[in-house]
């Protein structure tokens, strides 16, 4: 039988309370393990110039792209928002997971998939304009085929993860009064789980990886991170260009499971700028930059299923969508939406975390190499192929921003030039 929390109004206190901690828990460790300042106090400050570093053809062709990307950008954001609103505020999901037939387990199953499904197929057209503008920019190598292989991947892979979430929550709902307890705490082990076999589980579906080939550049690159201290197994190679002609490196995973990639495109790259991506990633890695942000996902998860519970919990809301209680399966849309609303709301803040540790990571590579140089050359290459926006508006920086721009990026190894008696590039 389903179990209403809403008749348990210690529960929701209790969870409230929880909730508080959870979030004041949160704050602390982002407050304490971003890097707020990566410049020493007192150092001084160069200000971003696109100008002084780009051509005027090239800032003509990042703000024409930016522009047009924008609109189906613009628009995809905004069905988010609609769509939310109408699952949270409307009855209109119960309605539909309403009309499925079979077991609670199942019409909740098939709720997660027919909702997603949906939602897919409206940003489906947003999707292929934006594709246009990156095949006319001569950024995606991909075809059509390939492209709508991993749209499918993709929403295989967002609704199985969605589909793990919802029908955990509906589960405990129907069996337990208090579930936001064993809720907040499988968000939490779940979203730590998912962060160690993402590397071998995800990436796989989408890439192949490749152990870079023996020779001077690898060598040199797993010398440079015994020198820096972070042990590192090997260096991996994406089959990226596959689908795009973008340079990118990343790190992810941890422990085990930890692992630097670079995309074969960065390749292409003279060895000095490759070994300085490189070197940035390091810097990720010796600062447990992937534990960390794991560590504050799983508390945002925690966090979230405390709220689902106090929000769900509310005369209004249920009145509103139709449902009786959160056990309820036809409860899925509302869940989906909030889901949506909180992944768009917390953006920005996680965002500006992200530029604070992107930063950082800079700071660690010109340490480790002292070559500032080489660093203002490799922003400039990565800026111009991958057509970064060089001085996006203030919502789009809020909105997206999750790297400083190249020209804030140029410009801290100024500082840093300075700061540490070097010439200025």
Known sequence: MTLSTMDAPSGVRSAGWALAALGVLTLAVVAFATPWRVLPEGALAVVPDPARDFTAEQIARS???DRLVSVPGYLSLGLTLVVAGVLVGTPLGARLVGRLRGPWWLRALLGVLVLSVAVAMLRWPL???????????????QTWPTWT???IKSLGVGTALTAIMVL??????????????????GAFALTVAASFAYPVLIEPIFNDFRPMEAGQLRDDLLAMAARDGVPVEDVLVADASRRTTALNAYVSGFGATRRIVV??????????????????????????????????GALGAAFGACLLYVVTSAG?????????????????????????????????????VSRHIEARADVHALDLTRDPATFVAMQKRL???NISDLSPDLVEYVLYASHPTAPQRIALARSWARLNGLSEP
């Open 383 to 385: 800026a111009v192929t």
């Open 316 to 352: 209004v809301v249920r009145r509103r969508t139709g449902i009786s209680s959160i056990g309820d399966p036809r409860a899925v849309g509302l869940v989906m939406g909030l889901l949506s609303l909180a992944a768009v709301l917390s953006g920005p803040a996680q965002n500006l």
């Open 168 to 185: 955990a929550v509906v589960a405990l709902a129907r069996r337990y009064r208090r579930w936001w307890i064993p809720a907040a705490a």
């Open 149 to 151: 292989a991993d749209r």
């Open 263 to 296: 995309y074969d495109t960065l390749l292409r790259a003279p060895a000095d700028e490759v070994e300085l991506v490189v070197a940035h990633e390091l810097g990720h890695a010796k600062a447990g930059d992937v534990l960390s942000g794991t560590l504050v």
């Open 127 to 141: 999707g292929m304009w934006s594709e246009t503008y990156l095949r006319d920019f001569g950024l995606s190598t």
């Open 63 to 65: 703000e024409e792209f």
